[in-house]
Nanobody
Framework: QVQLVQSGGGLVQPGGSLRLSCAASGFTLGTYAIGWFRQAPGKEREGVSC????????YYADSVKGRFTISRDNAKNTLYLQMNSLKPEDTAVYYC????????????????????????WGQGTQVTVSS
């Protein structure tokens, strides 16, 4: 059974840090492009970051560039999102997702991620940035 199980998240003050984890089972994460999306209340889901398996290249949305870092541990079959310098506007439900292609084609070609590229999704985890 294919699953992506997320952990991490929670409540943090502005300027703080959090790390999200996404553990895969039923498939080998290292052969997929893996991404993080987020959805704030009343807003559309947006792509945050993507990492390719073919060459390890990464994509970040402009809103998180320089603050968030995506990484993967293929031995643990786990994806991470390290979030630093968090802002209230980062508050959202965060989702990890797996794209069966091994490269973040849409993100690298268009400068934006498409949720339609991703076949498998985590359950989502709430991140709240508030004082």
């Amino acid at each position: 059974q294919v699953q992506l199980v997320q952990s991490g998240g929670g409540l943090v003050q502005p300027g703080g840090s959090l790390r999200l984890s996404c553990a895969a089972s039923g498939f080998t994460l290292g052969t997929y492009a893996i991404g993080w999306f987020r959805q704030a209340p009343g807003k559309e889901r947006e792509g945050v970051s993507c990492i390719s398996s073919s060459d390890g290249s990464t994509y970040y949305a402009d809103s998180v560039k320089g603050r968030f870092t995506i990484s993967r541990d293929n031995a643990k079959n786990t994806l991470y999102l390290q979030m630093n310098s968090l802002k209230p506007e980062d508050t959202a439900v965060y989702y990890c997702a797996a794209d069966p292609l091994n490269y973040c084609y849409t993100a690298q070609a268009t400068g934006d991620m498409s949720s339609a590229d991703y076949d498998y999704w985590g359950q989502g985890t709430q991140v709240t940035v508030s004082s």
